[in-house]
């Protein structure tokens, strides 16, 4: 069984995932550490992502995918 799991800073979004059927969505605020344990995931995929991220704050976001990755993951 797979699973997919995303975090959004828009309350709308996460509502419309949920609607068609995202269960694992979840609403974070800006600027705040994903809500994951450490290596929790095989595959990390941002779509239309980064280049929305405020270059200050860039370092954070990466290093935050790094922290949830399992090691060896993509």
């Known amino acids: 069984e797979k699973n997919i799991f ?5 309350k709308i979004r996460i ?9 694992n969505a979840t ?5 705040s550490k994903l ?4 290596d ?4 990390v995929n941002l779509v239309e992502v980064i280049e929305h ?3 200050e704050r860039i370092s ?8 949830v990755l ?3 993951g993509y």
């Open 6 to 10: 995303g975090v959004e800073v828009s």
């Open 15 to 23: 509502e419309k995932c949920q609607l068609i059927g995202f269960k």
């Open 27 to 31: 609403y974070i605020e800006l600027n």
């Open 35 to 38: 809500p994951y344990e450490n």
């Open 40 to 43: 929790s995931f095989d595959i």
């Open 53 to 55: 991220i405020p270059k």
């Open 60 to 67: 954070f976001y990466l290093n935050e995918i790094v922290r």
């Open 70 to 72: 399992n090691p060896g």
